[in-house]
T-cell receptor
Framework: DVKVTQSSRYLVKRTGEKVFLECVQD?????MFWYRQDPGLGLRLIYF???????EKGDIPEGYSVSREKKERFSLILESASTNQTSMYLC???????????FGQGTRLTVV | GQQVMQIPQYQHVQEGEDFTTYCNSS?????IQWYKQRPGGHPVFLIQ?????EVKKQKRLTFQFGEAKKNSSLHITATQTTDVGTYFC????????FGQGTTLQVKP
């Protein structure tokens, strides 16, 4: 069965902390995505990666960076967490060529 | 950048009524996908439409892709309480962009 696993379900961090959100997929997918979900705004794309060490900015990359050193793992980094980054973060993966995306269970991050 | 707009944001229906959500893109899409997110869950893929004017059905759900490949709709006939959730469209133009979603509430 297809699996995308996010390292934490809930996370509380302090303003200014460096935060790492980890995502691992076991399907040998080339594409991986990070979204944030906020009420009324849907899923907004932060970054995506179509291959190891390759990344592209999504619609809201400011304040975030990503790392993809291995095909199965895609990390989202908040360089200096701020309260406006409190949100639900969703990781997804897919095969190339516009195929369906599989989502992780999400990480609800609260920055205090 | 590319935008995918979805309306309405919320819809409350009586069980047995029909429901429709609409999706519009600012650019032509290579394909459109639909996802459902149950309360407390994560988005789950429902279907993908690729061809201009394409119509697909899954039981009570009917999906359409516009002739210009810039809009799409999802219609549910005779809603049931199990249809509750948020429905998202997502368009592909090299990256996967989601609409804001339509949250469906069904009153038994």
């Amino acid at each position: 069965d297809v699996k995308v696993t996010q390292s934490s379900r809930y996370l509380v961090k302090r303003t200014g902390e460096k935060v790492f959100l980890e995502c691992v997929q076991d399907m040998d997918h080339e594409n991986m995505f990070w979204y944030r979900q906020d009420p009324g705004l849907g899923l907004r794309l932060i970054y995506f990666s179509y291959d190891v060490k390759m990344k592209e900015k999504g619609d809201i990359p400011e304040g975030y960076s990503v790392s993809r050193e291995k095909k199965e793992r895609f990390s989202l980094i908040l360089e200096s967490a701020s309260t406006n980054q409190t949100s639900m973060y969703l990781c997804a993966s897919s095969l190339p060529m516009d195929t369906e995306a599989f989502f992780g269970q999400g990480t609800r991050l609260t920055v205090v | 950048g590319q935008q995918v707009m979805q309306i309405p944001q919320y819809q409350h229906v009586q069980e047995g009524e029909d429901f429709t959500t609409y999706c519009n893109s600012s650019t032509t899409l290579s394909n459109i996908q639909w996802y459902k997110q149950r309360p407390g869950g994560h988005p789950v893929f429902l279907i993908q439409l690729v061809k201009s004017g394409e119509v697909k059905k899954q039981k009570r759900l009917t999906f359409q892709f516009g002739e210009a490949k810039k809009n799409s709709s999802l219609h549910i006939t005779a809603t049931q309480t199990t249809d509750v959730g948020t429905y998202f469209c997502a368009g592909h133009t090299g990256k996967l962009i989601f609409g804001q979603g339509t949250t469906l509430q069904v009153k038994p």
